[in-house]
């Protein structure tokens, strides 16, 4: 009895200090508490627990295959967990291995059927797969079980208009909006679905609602100038690239889309620079500006025709 005592003071011991390390952000330290505590656990449900706050640390630290044997060790102990086949999805999914991860987020929803994030992930694999069908299938099954997720509405709002069904689009967005009005890309793939049914006024609106939950977003403000630029409404289409590179310096495509506006109204030496940037940021764009007839009118001047060798 002293013993078994002792074991539990041992363990809640170092499960205080792992946690109070972790809050702390000092992952190393957290994790050999972990496994200190691991030690002197001898309950299976308790050391499962343990295991997986090792798993999560190991993945947090870029240790993933650390991370996907402590969720093996998981899965030995307690082969019904769920969780520890979901946790080796997600590490598959982010090493881009999809089929694999497919394999595991299946087996985790095989385990639980109600395991909302795991239909989840599996439709965001369809989807990057082009596999509009099956993708939309699995969102609509995370909705079903996860009726506030803003994120799936979304998502199934955004493969809809991807197949120019813009009623169901639309439906899906708003659903995400009513859900969560805070979610920049529903309102940006709004903005995307108004400007596909010809209401400019309304996308250019809900472009700038997006650009106003997140400024950093560059795409809200490219998308934006389109508008612009196909009205021929050049300085228009400058002022929102302006203020798109402000906030991202690094989107290549800004640079190059504002180089375009300034070649249409005869601004030499603005084009030139935009144009030296977006090559900076991305050396492919030189063959696309060589044939890009938005600079015609630069063919013959020396700067540019050196900057496209």
């Known amino acids: 009895m002293d013993k078994k005592i002792n074991l539990r003071d041992k363990k809640k011991n170092y499960l205080i200090l792992a946690r109070n390390f972790y809050n702390d952000d000092?992952?190393?330290?957290?994790?050999?508490?972990?496994i200190k505590a691991l030690e002197f656990t001898e309950n299976i449900k308790n050391k499962v627990s343990i295991l997986y706050d090792i798993a999560l640390i190991y993945d947090e630290i870029g240790n993933k295959n650390k991370a996907l044997e402590t969720y093996e060790k998981i899965i030995e102990k307690a082969p019904e967990e769920a969780g520890a086949y979901y946790g080796m999805a997600i590490i598959y999914d982010d090493k881009k291995e999809r089929d694999t991860a497919l394999k595991y987020?299946?087996?985790?929803?095989?385990?639980d059927k109600e395991y909302d994030r795991a239909y989840?992930?599996?439709?965001?694999?369809?989807?990057?797969?082009?596999?509009?069908?099956?993708?939309?299938?699995?969102?609509?099954k995370t909705i079903e079980l996860a009726p506030y997720d803003f994120m799936a509405y979304n998502n199934l709002g955004a493969i809809y208009e991807e197949l120019d069904m813009y009623e169901e689009a639309l439906e899906m967005i708003n659903k995400s909006i009513d859900t969560n009005p805070y979610y920049y890309k529903a309102l940006f793939n709004k903005g995307v679905i108004k400007k596909q049914l010809g209401d400019l006024e309304?996308?250019?609106?809900?472009?700038?609602?997006?650009?106003?939950?997140?400024?950093?977003?560059?795409?809200?403000?490219?998308?934006?100038?389109?508008?612009?630029?196909?009205?021929?409404?050049?300085?228009?289409?400058?002022?929102?690239?302006?203020?798109?590179?402000k906030y991202n310096p690094s989107a290549e495509f800004l640079y190059y889309n504002r180089a375009c506006c300034y070649s249409k109204l005869n601004k030499i030496s603005?084009?030139?620079?935009?144009?030296?940037?977006?090559?900076?940021?991305?050396?492919?764009?030189?063959?696309?500006?060589?044939?890009?007839?938005d600079f015609d009118n630069l063919k013959d001047n020396k700067e540019f025709v050196e900057l496209i060798k």
């Open 26 to 34: 000092n992952k190393e330290k957290a994790l050999k508490s972990y």
């Open 270 to 293: 603005e084009t030139i620079e935009d144009l030296k940037i977006s090559i900076k940021l991305y050396p492919r764009f030189k063959k696309i500006i060589a044939n890009d007839k």
């Open 120 to 140: 989840f992930y599996i439709a965001n694999i369809y989807d990057e797969k082009k596999d509009k069908k099956k993708a939309i299938e699995y969102y609509k």
């Open 202 to 245: 309304e996308s250019v609106k809900y472009y700038d609602k997006s650009i106003e939950l997140n400024n950093n977003y560059p795409y809200s403000y490219l998308n934006k100038s389109v508008i612009f630029i196909e009205s021929k409404q050049y300085k228009r289409a400058i002022e929102s690239l302006t203020e798109g590179i």
């Open 105 to 111: 987020y299946f087996k985790a929803i095989d385990i």
